[in-house]
């Protein structure tokens, strides 16, 4: 999904993670990090070969002509990147709804497209399909995969498998300051091993040195998810995820939610509200009363005299105390984190939905890391209520740790 190169975090994380560890979750059980295959096969390759013998040459020919095809490919879009809104920052960012037009053009020219945040199913996906089973199947098959990102550009990836022996080139497009697309990245090498997961996930893993911390994982979603749970994993569960709060990560329900971390959570609804992230700057000193009451009411069942008896508030001040997240109050790991996903809905007979929720990792290399479900009650005007999340008990399974934000001495 990604090229990863060796961060800071990486290099710590040899030095204090070091193997499999056990670990208590939100709930209090001890979970471990150490994954159960699921049943599936794996195609694995020898780790004893040398890490340059991974990589393949390119010749020439090839090179020109895969650059040439490349640029034709943005060429297609041109005219709906060049109407975009790019925003005002030095990094471009092109809107959700700009990415599915591109994705739609392409996909027009029969080209099979995703794009890297998984908001929208892969176009053309019966191609990849055909090419996964084709694998699995130890016949020899290739497939060219475009790969949308937010900056208006893409990867190229092309796979090709011979003998269960599956190989990959990467071809990263970019565009210049005169809006001409050109190829920015170009590489192509074996793949250390791969699997076709019973989800429709196509997991492969490149080589990297056993001496550097970093995951050398990618996740694709091959067979389409139900546009139903695509929509409510977007609606309800991705704008809240699993880094800076946790509402997903501890087990509770509207008779107890003291388990909520409430000081942190509140950004994630501040954006569900007002649509943008929250201004660092503007709650240096906390968040007042009223405004933290009004956002948390909103999601949660839950009053303003619980939230001043539950969460972290200032009687003098009338301020709910709040921290930015950075690097001192949140527990880093070379991991990173889970996104989640939806597989299954449940509409009660009180009006609720149960969502059943897994947390992909790609990072370790799993279309399953953990499951929960969250309960939520949608409201007449649009909004909804949270009243409730439940991590259920399977296997080995990883959760992440969370620290709160927020310390009383």
Same mark, same amino acid.
């Given at each position: 999904?990604?090229? @990863?190169?060796?961060? /800071? ?29 699921? &049943? ?18 390119? &010749? ?10 490349? #640029? ?14 790019? +925003? ?44 996964? &089973? ?18 208006? +550009? ?6 090709? #498998? ?29 793949? @250390? ?8 996930? /196509? ?94 009411? !909103?999601?949660?069942?839950?009053? +303003? ?65 953990? !499951?929960?479900? #969250? ?35």
């Amino acid at each position: 999904m990604k090229n @990863k190169w060796v961060s /800071l975090l990486g290099i710590l994380g040899i030095l204090l993670l070091g193997g499999c560890a056990e670990r208590k979750s939100p709930s209090g059980e001890i979970v471990s990090e150490t994954l159960t295959r699921r &049943e599936v096969e794996v195609v694995e390759y020898d780790d004893t070969v040398e890490q340059e013998n991974y990589n393949l040459i390119i &010749e020439p020919e090839e090179k020109q002509k895969i650059e040439k095809e490349a #640029v034709q490919v943005a060429l297609l879009y041109k005219t709906i990147y060049k109407a975009a809104d790019k +925003g005002e920052s030095y990094n471009v960012v092109i809107s959700e709804e700009i990415v599915e037009e591109i994705k739609e053009c392409l996909a027009r020219k029969n080209k099979v497209v995703i794009d890297n945040a998984g908001h929208f199913n892969m176009a053309n996906s019966k191609l990849a399909q055909v090419f996964c &089973e084709a694998a699995l199947s130890g016949e020899e098959a290739e497939v060219t995969i475009y790969e949308l990102h937010r900056n208006g +550009g893409y990867s190229r990836l092309d796979f090709h #498998v011979k003998n269960k022996q599956m190989d990959l080139m990467v071809v990263s497009v970019g565009w210049n300051e005169s809006i001409e697309p050109q190829v920015t990245y170009m590489e192509k090498y074996q793949l @250390k091993n791969w699997q076709y997961t019973d989800k429709g996930y /196509l997991i492969y893993e490149r080589y990297f040195s056993p001496f550097i911390e970093c995951s050398g994982y990618s996740i694709l979603r091959v067979r389409p998810l139900k546009e139903e749970y695509l929509e409510l994993t977007n609606a309800y569960i991705r704008p809240i995820g699993y880094q800076g709060n946790n509402l997903f990560l501890a087990n509770w329900n509207k008779e107890d939610m003291t388990p909520i971390a409430f000081n942190d959570v509140f950004e994630y609804f501040y954006y569900l509200t007002k649509g943008e992230s929250i201004n660092v700057e503007r709650y240096k000193k906390g968040i007042p009363e009223l405004e933290f009451e009004t956002i948390l009411c !909103t999601y949660l069942p839950i009053t +303003g005299e619980e939230l001043k008896k539950f969460a972290y508030y200032d009687q003098q001040t009338k301020y709910y105390k709040w921290q930015v997240l950075g690097c001192a109050n949140y527990t880093a790991t070379p991991k990173g984190y889970p996104v989640p996903e939806v597989i299954d809905c449940i509409r009660n007979k009180d009006g609720s939905i149960t969502l059943t929720v897994d947390a992909l990792w790609e990072e370790y290399g799993t279309d399953c890391a953990f !499951t929960h479900e #969250v309960t939520i009650v949608p409201q007449s005007d649009g909004n909804f209520y949270y009243i409730g999340n439940s991590i259920q008990p399977k296997g080995n399974q990883i959760i992440p740790v969370y620290r709160n934000r927020i310390k009383i001495d």
